[in-house]
Nanobody, 121 residues
């Protein structure tokens, strides 16, 4: 099992920055892919960014490219999402997720509880 706990959400003005953190515990190792998803009110959950713990590969949704950066601290088992130049449309609950790298890319089976990010204009 893998346990994930997000933190770092809050209220920000458009153009500001926030950093989300995800503390991972349990059977997390280099065989896993970590990701951030988000869900805005009335919308489906959407992919934001992913990072392969086995190497440097990352992937981003087009809507956040050049603004968000996913990173990790292996020693602390932490995953981060640095969000710069925030926009009101970034307002959502952000979730940390994990899947084994052998699983289909859409099948994340470990999820955190989510952290709210609200961006005012």
């Amino acid at each position: 099992q893998v346990q994930l706990v997000e933190s770092g959400g809050g209220l920000a003005q458009a153009g500001a920055s926030l950093r989300l953190s995800c503390a991972a515990s349990g059977r997390i190792n280099s065989a896993y892919v970590m990701a951030w998803f988000r869900q805005a009110p009335g919308k489906e959950r959407e992919f934001v960014a992913a990072l392969n713990l086995a190497g440097p590969a990352t992937r981003y949704a087009d809507s956040v490219k050049e603004r968000f950066t996913i990173s990790r601290d292996n020693h602390r088992n932490m995953i981060y999402l640095q969000m710069n130049n925030l926009k009101p449309e970034d307002t959502a609950v952000y979730y940390c997720a994990a899947r084994h790298r052998a699983a289909p890319s859409t099948e994340y089976n470990f999820w955190g509880q989510g952290t709210q990010v609200t961006v005012s204009s």
